[in-house]
């Protein structure tokens, strides 16, 4: 596994791209950030998050108070425009549907360099606020990572928030932190093995449903970890 490095460009580039967005996003929406007590600054953790909507990375990242490492899907760097900033943030691209060993080998040094991560155990936009169910592979990172990982809720990023915004009726945006988690060890194999990541996965995404209105949670409606 090679040492990762924050490309000098990007190094530069974010501060300045993060407070672009911001300033996009509170210029169209009343802003709520809730739970920032909770992140664990200064150790390398993985941020998960529910996704409806291509506005969640942007939304999530510009308002984080520590630089996030992001990974995105491929297709996302095809936009007009959107391939020059997710390259000039350093964002890691990713093809999905396949197994990807370089794409594993920087998530795994990235966090070992100490750097948080952002993913979306759901492996992409729902195009709903109903959660699907998390991705078995997202499941073998958590495993291998040995990280703690960080629940988060994105409420109002949903596909027609531009065309709201656009409008001027300042649709609210709201950002909540959960309590880390610290998952229990994967168990046996074959099998047995995939339905212990499997339920890692769901324990995760339960936590982040608990952060949500229920029109959110979906699939974990009923297994909704809520917080005090």
Same mark, same amino acid.
């Given at each position: 596994?090679?040492?990762?490095?924050?490309?000098?460009?990007?190094?530069?580039?974010?501060?300045?791209?993060?407070?672009?967005?911001?300033?996009?996003?509170?210029?169209?929406?009343?802003?709520?950030?809730?739970?920032?007590?909770?992140?664990?600054?200064?150790?390398?953790? +993985?941020?998960?998050?529910?996704?409806?909507?291509?506005?969640?990375?942007?939304?999530?990242?510009?308002?984080?108070?520590?630089?996030?490492?992001? +990974?995105?899907?491929?297709?996302?760097?095809?936009?007009?425009?959107?391939?020059?900033?997710?390259?000039?943030?350093?964002?890691?691209?990713?093809?999905?549907?396949?197994?990807?060993?370089?794409?594993?080998?920087? +998530?795994?040094?990235?966090?070992?360099?100490?750097?948080?991560?952002?993913?979306?155990?759901?492996?992409?936009?729902?195009?709903?606020?109903?959660?699907?169910?998390?991705?078995?592979?997202?499941?073998?990172?958590?495993?291998?990572?040995?990280?703690?990982?960080?629940?988060?809720?994105?409420?109002?990023?949903?596909?027609?928030?531009?065309?709201?915004?656009?409008?001027?009726?300042?649709?609210?945006?709201?950002?909540? +932190?959960?309590?880390?988690?610290?998952?229990?060890?994967?168990?046996?194999?074959?099998?047995?093995?995939?339905?212990?990541?499997?339920?890692?996965?769901?324990?995760?995404?339960?936590?982040?449903?608990?952060?949500?209105?229920?029109?959110?949670?979906?699939?974990?409606?009923?297994?909704?970890?809520?917080?005090?």
């Amino acid at each position: 596994m090679s040492e990762y490095q924050i490309p000098l460009r990007a190094k530069i580039l974010r501060p300045i791209i993060k407070a672009g967005i911001r300033g996009v996003f509170r210029t169209f929406s009343p802003i709520t950030i809730e739970g920032k007590e909770n992140i664990p600054f200064g150790k390398p953790y +993985i941020l998960a998050m529910n996704h409806v909507s291509y506005f969640d990375p942007p939304f999530i990242t510009s308002f984080w108070p520590e630089s996030l490492e992001v +990974i995105g899907a491929q297709t996302a760097f095809q936009g007009l425009g959107q391939k020059e900033i997710l390259t000039w943030y350093g964002v890691i691209p990713v093809h999905r549907g396949n197994y990807d060993r370089i794409l594993l080998d920087k +998530i795994f040094s990235a966090l070992k360099a100490g750097h948080p991560l952002l993913i979306a155990p759901e492996g992409g936009r729902s195009r709903e606020v109903a959660m699907k169910r998390a991705k078995p592979g997202v499941a073998y990172i958590f495993e291998k990572a040995q990280v703690p990982v960080l629940p988060v809720g994105i409420i109002g990023t949903t596909v027609d928030y531009w065309t709201r915004a656009k409008k001027r009726e300042r649709p609210p945006l709201t950002l909540r +932190i959960g309590h880390e988690i610290n998952l229990p060890p994967t168990i046996s194999k074959g099998k047995a093995r995939r339905e212990s990541r499997q339920r890692n996965a769901d324990l995760v995404m339960s936590h982040i449903a608990g952060l949500l209105p229920e029109k959110y949670r979906g699939v974990y409606a009923d297994t909704a970890i809520e917080f005090p």
